[in-house]
């Protein structure tokens, strides 16, 4: 059964042109793969990598203005550009073109210079698809992680943590195991957001006020310890990568970020939980400062986020 996926090249003037045509060239032979981009900035990333352009595989929007492009600038007009190719992806999934979307990497700074709000991929495609529930999971060959915050401030994560949220999260990372990693009955692990888990409450109270009651009422709910904690980041990470847990979650974004960078950065990929399709990205940015040079973009981690929208596909196919 081959998987259509659809591939945002993200903002133009980064490295998602070269990690595109480069990943296609490392799967084509096992990937029915659509790149969404502009036409005229891939043939000149093409050229710079020296390979042929695969030009029946591009839909080309021609949504970038030839005279005043250059990779590795930031710009209003590529930040613009890049949320059209999502658009435009989101259309294809709805026509049935495409089975499930891969985005390169976008800018932020150049997304809101082009005058539009915009906090993110999940953020943005949470809204266009009337998504109010998504999850952010981020993973490599060793780990899987569930985050309880995204990008907001380290102070503000706290106040963020309520019962409410823990509850929904992991609902939902437990039906993203079962959907898409087929794994029956998910064993999840929760992380600490104080040093030691707070040792009981002697530093800092959101374990004992908040994380363990939350716990308990899902367990108790479920049938089965879905979720096993409150334990130290450092113990949670170190017994998930052992294999004792089928996914960790992160209270806050750089608990997920470090481990997965330190145990398998060229396999890191982002799965977004919650959408009516499926969605993956590499684990990096933009690299303006390597775009100019495409030879130095490792696509390892795109190649990889495109094989897991596969899989996931299949196995949703498959319950």
Known sequence: MKIKVGLTIGDPAGVGPAIALKAWRMLKSGVELKII?????????????????PGSRIIDLGNVERGKFSFGSSCAANGR?????????????????????VTCPVSKDAVSMSGKRFF???E?????????????MLLNDRLRFSLLSRHIPLRKVSASLTRAVIDKNVLITAKGLREFFRIKKPKLVFCG???HASDNGLIGGEEQEIFIPAIKAINRREGFPLVA???????????AARGDFDCVVAPYHDQALIALKLTGPE???????????????????????IARRPALADPSSLADAIKLAVKCALNRKKV
């Open 267 to 289: 396999s890191g990929v982002n799965l977004t939980l919650g959408l009516p399709f499926i969605r993956t990205s590499p684990l990096h940015g933009t690299a303006f400062d």
């Open 37 to 53: 981009g502009d036409g005229f900035v891939l043939e000149k990333a093409a050229r710079l990598l020296k390979i042929r352009l």
């Open 81 to 101: 550009a890049s949320l059209e190719y999502l658009d435009a992806a989101l259309e294809m999934l709805k026509n049935g073109v495409i089975d499930c979307m």
């Open 120 to 122: 993110g991929h999940t």
């Open 229 to 239: 904690g409150v334990l130290s980041a450092d113990v949670a990470v170190s017994k």
């Open 193 to 195: 957001l104080n040093p």
């Open 124 to 136: 943005y495609l949470a809204e266009k698809t009337g998504s109010p529930e998504t999850v952010m």
